[in-house]
Structures are given as C-alpha cells and as structure tokens.
C-alpha cells in the first residue's frame, strides 16, 4: 500500500495521543485513508524523557531540521502550545513544502492570517480541526457540512475546563478555589488555569468560529470577555432556583448584518440542551438558515478526543482533501479587513442582577425605581430573610425583561452610588434561545 510519511512536532500530551494512533491504529487508519500513514519522525526537546507510548527505535529527534530537511515528509502534526517558537516552526515546516496539521488555538488566533497566506503562497495547506472544542469536528461542520447556509449564530461552552469547574461548584457547593483544585488534580486544568477561568481560551476558540461562520475576521482580544473566576456559589444556588443553569457561553451571532460577539457566564434554561452539559465536556449549538438549528456534543479537551481530531486532519491531508478546501475556502488573510464586533452597549439581551442590600424598607422601591428610569422592566425578584436574627444586609436577585448592556450598565451605575448597596451587582446575561 502507498504510504504518505507524516511527522509529529512536540509530544506532549497531544502529541503522545496522536503518536499511539498512528502506531498502534495504522490498519484503521489506511482504510481510511487508502494509504498508510507512516510515522516518520517526532521532534521532541528531550528524547530520553521517559514517554507514555512504545515507541520504536530512532523515530525520536530533538533536531527540527530532520523533518525540515527530510524531502519524503510531507505532513507535519505541529503540536507545540504557545505563540513561540510555535509560529516560527510552523513557517519553517511551510517553507519547507510541508502541510501542517495543528491543534494550537492561541497561534491560530494570534497569527492565522500571516500563517495562511504564507501557506497560499508556497501552494501548502493548514488544518486545525484540533483546535476548536477537541473531538467535536465543528471545524470540518461549520466550514464545509454547513456550507449551504448562512451561519446565524454559533453559541457554546467552548472550554471543558470552565465547565468542568462550574459543574463541580454547583453539584457540589464547592467554591472557585476547590472546584479549580479537583479539576487540576483530574488533569484537566493546568497549573495556571488562568486562561481557561478568564475566558482567554473560549475567546480564541470563538474568534476562529466566528471567522468559519461569518468570514469574520476578529482578534480574539477585541471579544467582550468575562470570565468565572468572580463566580460565586450562592448566584449558581439562585439561578437554580430560578430554573436556569450557569454555563460560560462564547456567542457570536448576526444582528442587523452586523457580528455580535462575547464570552461571559450565562444563564441558561434548565431542560435545554446546553444547559446539561456538566463536567469537561463541550457543545456548541449552530443556526443556519436552512438547517436549521444543529447541536454538537462532545469532549472538548485530552489526550484523546484532541488526538482523533488531529489524526482526522492528517488523514483529510494526506488524501488531498484539505487541499482542495483550504485553496477555495480563503479563511484568514491580512488583505481582508478586520471586521467590528457590534458595540457591547447596544447588545440586547435579558439579565440577572445580585447585590448585597441593607434589610431595611424602600431598598427594593428605591432599586426598582432606577431602572425603570433607564427602561430596564424586572421580571421576577428574589429576596430571602436574613439567615440570623442579627443580619443586616441580604441579597436581592433581580431577573430582568428584554434590554440592553447599555440600558443596564447605566442603572448600575447610579444603584452603585446607593447608601444602603453593600457590593457591586453580580449581572450575568440570560439565553433565551
């Protein structure tokens, strides 16, 4: 059978589960490539660092010019994190007539218009299913499965660690900090889980969609963004209560033929299908104007489920597949212009508000008062006795109508310069699809 020699860049975790599928899978992955996919060469820092996967003799190298130079190469998995040396290995691999197969979102993000257009010029290709919501080929849906439509709008939980951390706070009352300890301690946080909490990650991933979806070509960084790192246990207690569920939701959507784009926690509707998605799993669910709208579920993060993803991509490359899309489908360019995010004051949308109020009568006449001048209408209100006797302040939970971030953000600046307001409202938006 022909083979086509491919090779892996960066064995991390990865890396190491694309590794254990080219060699211990290969016959499943000749049917269906109709070639066998032969693992040539993998570049590591270290090759006497022990390895998770048996490995046979003389494939490991920690000198980049083995593939570089290596003129039977001909698709390279790219699987180093970060922006650099990431972007400089990956235009070494281009210039050296290699197509480049990469689950490296950041890079992505931060670089994709100069990586493609320096693959259109050399006649190479990049595929990177990998890097938006792990096993879930939302890649290959969104840029071609879906393409007879016009995208509408693509709304998901695109971080698997965030969930996985909401979930744990709210089936478990745990606290931020406790939730963030067993999801690192699980393997599905890092160290430094910073981008995952503050909405980085689910902003990058969502820039990429929104660039499939729309042709919009947004840095991820221009992205309303708010992360989970201020969630607290007692608002996922009242969204409950509510009937709504709490979920870090990246949304981007056209309104007036114009991109509306966020990441932030939201309240969804209990019963619905984001909204019981618990542990590190993903789901995004997409409108088109002739499918309709379709739902995708999966593990968004590990070993594995990255690693089909991956292997999927060099298989489509090997065959010539991503070829053919990646010529035709012109995503990212410096010569396209970036595109506006809509301005987060005119966003609509519902929302729920917390503060922490004196327990004393006309707090919530007062409170009710200011937002009806700034035309925010309240849809239900919670307000609980104090715990104890000798309490003084309570929360006050208010769901509202219809409105606008603007409409809000002005009411909460007046409500904030109130005697008897104890905190700064928690406001998180509500998902009425």
């Not at 080219?22 to 490539?33: E, K, S």
């Not at 699987?79 to 290995?89: H, N, Q, S, V, W």
């Not at 691999?93 to 990586?115: I, P, Q």
């Not at 019963?271 to 542990?279: D, F, I």
């Amino acid at each position: 059978m022909e083979k086509t020699r491919v090779a892996i860049v960066g064995m991390g975790t990865v890396g190491t589960g694309v590794a254990r599928l080219l060699l211990d899978q290969g016959d499943r992955t000749a049917r269906h490539a109709g070639r066998t996919l032969w693992l040539e060469k993998i570049v590591v820092r270290d090759p006497s660092k022990p390895r998770d996967v048996d490995l046979p003799a003389g494939l490991l190298t920690d000198n980049l010019d083995e593939v570089l130079q290596h003129s039977e190469i001909e698709v390279v998995a790219q699987l180093i994190g970060g922006l650099e040396p990431a972007r400089t290995i990956m235009l070494k691999l281009l210039e050296s007539g290699k197509n480049v197969v990469t689950a490296n979102k950041a890079l992505l993000a931060e670089h994709g218009a100069e990586l493609f257009d320096r693959a259109r010029e050399l006649g190479r290709s990049i595929a990177f299913e990998g890097a938006v919501a792990g096993g879930i080929p939302i890649v290959t849906n969104i840029g071609q499965c879906l393409s007879a439509n016009q995208i509408l709008s693509v709304v998901g939980i695109l971080n698997g660690t965030s969930n996985f951390i909401v979930t744990a706070m709210a089936e478990q009352g745990l606290s931020a900090e406790e939730a963030i300890a067993q999801a690192q301690a699980n393997g599905y946080a890092e160290a430094d889980p910073t981008m995952d909490i503050d909405g980085t990650d689910a902003a990058q991933k969502l820039a990429i969609l929104a660039h499939l979806a729309f042709g919009a070509r947004v840095h991820w960084s221009e992205i309303p963004r708010t992360g989970i790192d201020q969630l607290e246990p007692i608002d996922l207690r009242f969204a409950d209560e509510l009937g709504y569920r709490v979920k870090l939701l990246g949304v981007a959507q056209l309104v007036d033929d114009r991109v509306e784009m966020h990441v932030a926690p939201t309240l969804i509707r209990q019963g619905r299908p984001l909204a019981e998605v618990r542990g590190a799993y993903n789901a995004i669910t997409v409108v088109g104007d002739a499918v309709g709208r379709v739902f995708y579920h999966g593990l968004g993060a590990g070993q594995m489920p990255t690693a089909s993803a991956v292997v999927a991509d060099l298989i489509d490359t090997s065959v010539g597949r991503t070829q053919i899309t990646f010529g035709n489908l012109e995503l990212w360019s410096d010569r396209t212009p970036t595109t506006d995010v809509r301005a987060q004051r005119d966003l609509p949308g519902r929302y729920y508000l917390r503060w922490q109020v004196d327990d004393r009568p006309g707090v919530m006449a007062k409170i009710a008062g200011i937002l009806g001048e700034h035309s925010v209408s309240i849809a239900s209100v919670i307000q609980h006795e104090a715990e104890s006797d000798d309490a003084s302040d309570v929360p006050l939970v208010i769901m509202t109508h219809q409105t606008t971030e603007g409409a809000i953000g002005d009411a909460l600046a007046a409500i904030h310069r109130l005697p008897f307001v104890r905190s700064r409202a928690v406001k998180m938006r509500v998902l009425e699809r």
